[in-house]
């Protein structure tokens, strides 16, 4: 069964819109979101689906293209599959409140083929190929450091998807899935 106690206890499913995970399914192909969170700090939550949930960082600058760039990853609590198709306002108040933008979408593939994503993730190496709208390629999560000092980066693997030059979070801002921006979805779903 899905590990998902720490995402219930954390919310009120009687306030928040955000899915419960009762009915998590999964399709053919692992799938990924990045979902633009804009809390009390924007940030950038990466999910991968491992195991029937999904298993997520929060990227507090955001991925980049640029391979030589290393983006802190701090891993928070598994969120149910459904999740990755919420993109709303989570209401004043309540656990992560603010809103929420499907800000990409799509399957990967575990690049290590020599160990399934959990051992990857044990082994502190998780190599994938993206196959997102905007995010592409591979890209490599990599621990640094034990116990609780244990921070992991996000990094853009050197390949056709990488670019040195311009700034994706800059050049396109807005939903993968309805297209809106953080103000629109603010403005219709708030
Ligand atoms: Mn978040």
Same mark, same amino acid.
């Given at each position: 069964?899905?590990?998902?106690?720490?995402?219930?206890?954390?919310?009120?499913?009687?306030?928040?819109?955000?899915?419960?995970?009762? %009915?998590?399914?999964?399709?053919?192909?692992?799938?990924?979101?990045?979902?633009?969170?804009?809390?009390?700090?924007?940030?950038?939550?990466?999910?991968?689906?491992?195991?029937?949930?999904?298993?997520?960082?929060?990227?507090?600058?955001?991925?980049?293209?640029?391979?030589?760039?290393?983006?802190?990853?701090?891993?928070?609590?598994?969120?149910?599959?459904?999740?990755?198709?919420?993109?709303?306002?989570?209401?004043?108040?309540?656990?992560?409140?603010?809103?929420?933008?499907?800000?990409?979408?799509?399957?990967?593939?575990?690049?290590?083929?020599?160990?399934?994503?959990?051992?990857?993730?044990?082994?502190?190496?998780?190599?994938?190929?993206?196959? %997102?709208?905007?995010?592409?390629?591979?890209?490599?999560?990599?621990?640094?450091?034990?116990?609780?000092?244990?921070?992991?980066?996000?990094?853009?693997?050197?390949?056709?998807?990488?670019?040195?030059?311009?700034?994706?979070?800059?050049?396109?801002?807005?939903?993968?899935?309805?297209?809106?921006?953080?103000?629109?979805?603010?403005?219709?779903?708030?």
């Amino acid at each position: 069964m899905p590990h998902l106690e720490e995402y219930r206890r954390k919310r009120d499913f009687s306030r928040t819109t955000e899915p419960s995970g009762e %009915g998590s399914e999964s399709g053919e192909e692992p799938g990924f979101v990045v979902q633009k969170h804009d809390a009390s700090n924007l940030h950038y939550d990466i999910r991968l689906e491992i195991n029937g949930v999904l298993v997520s960082w929060a990227v507090p600058k955001g991925p980049s293209l640029n391979p030589k760039v290393k983006r802190l990853a701090m891993p928070t609590e598994d969120h149910p599959l459904e999740y990755a198709g919420f993109e709303g306002v989570i209401p004043e108040g309540e656990y992560g409140a603010g809103t929420v933008m499907v800000w990409d979408r799509g399957t990967y593939e575990n690049l290590r083929d020599d160990m399934s994503m959990e051992e990857a993730l044990s082994d502190g190496k998780v190599e994938v190929r993206l196959w %997102g709208e905007k995010l592409e390629g591979g890209w490599a999560f990599i621990r640094t450091g034990s116990g609780d000092n244990a921070r992991w980066l996000l990094i853009k693997m050197d390949d056709e998807h990488a670019d040195r030059s311009g700034d994706i979070l800059d050049a396109r801002p807005d939903s993968a899935l309805t297209g809106r921006s953080l103000d629109e979805i603010q403005k219709e779903e708030g």
